[in-house]
């Protein structure tokens, strides 16, 4: 396991995992309690963001792969931590996929999405448990929404 990050799924001993780093946003409309996801055409439920290219920054990543999947233009905000989750894809290839979590919120739209297989959503925020796939993305939520309110 990575030195101080939480870490989900079941790791295999005799399996090698593929690790891949990315960073995401949890982007809440409070009114509402509702989070910004990503519906791909699977049907799964993903926090807006992805993996990170080389040389590129935690926050340039978010800009990058915002602008690619909502066409938004975002304001990053506080980091809310590291997570990690050990899962088989699809494709039956074990993989590492560690997280890095901020706050963030929509600027403004400037283009439409690149990515054509990636819908903006608004869940429910209780419901992020059942809905994203991925645990440690669930976990961001709650850690947000945690220190959201403890900053009322």
């Keep these: 396991m990575l030195k101080d990050t939480l870490a989900f799924g079941e790791k295999d001993s005799r399996l090698e995992y593929t690790k891949r780093e990315g960073c995401y946003a949890v982007i809440i409309d409070v009114n ?23 040389g590129e920054s935690p926050e340039e990543c978010l800009r990058r792969e915002l602008l690619e999947e ?46 054509g297989d990636h819908d903006l959503k608004w869940i429910v925020s209780d419901e992020v448990d059942e809905l994203l796939f991925h645990e440690h993305h669930a976990w961001a939520v709650k850690k947000a929404v945690a220190l959201l309110r403890n900053h009322r």
């Design 32 to 54: 509402r309690h509702h989070v910004a996801a990503i519906l791909t055409t699977r049907g799964h439920y993903f926090l807006p963001g992805g993996g990170m290219e080389a």
């Design 70 to 115: 909502t066409g938004y233009e975002v304001s990053v905000g506080s980091y809310i931590g590291k997570a990690q989750r050990y899962f088989i894809t699809p494709r039956n290839e074990p993989l590492l996929q560690v997280g890095n979590f901020f706050m963030a919120r929509f600027v403004k739209k400037v283009q439409k999405p690149i990515n």
